[in-house]
């Protein structure tokens, strides 16, 4: 795979993934109180901690988007 995200997108990745599972899971906020809720965020968490760890987004491979130098 073609590396295609940059070191601020990575840490915003990163950063916001962590932040979304840890919120769905331990948070105690009403908003998660639903199982698509807390599902969704823990989903939507694990894909950017994913693709920040990998440094690939398939999603930006298809719009042709790379936010890396190289």
Same mark, same amino acid.
């Given at each position: 795979m073609i590396t295609n995200v940059g070191t601020v997108d990575r840490g915003v990745r990163l *950063?916001?993934?962590v932040a979304l599972i840890a919120a769905a899971l331990f948070s105690g906020? %009403?908003?998660f109180?639903?199982? *698509?809720m807390k599902y969704g965020a823990i989903l939507v968490g694990v894909v950017?901690?994913? %693709?920040?760890l990998m440094r690939t987004c398939p999603?930006?491979?298809?719009l042709g988007i790379r936010t890396?130098?190289?």
């Open positions: *950063v916001l993934g906020l %009403t908003i109180d639903g199982a *698509v950017l901690t994913v %693709t920040g999603a930006y491979s298809i890396c130098k190289v």
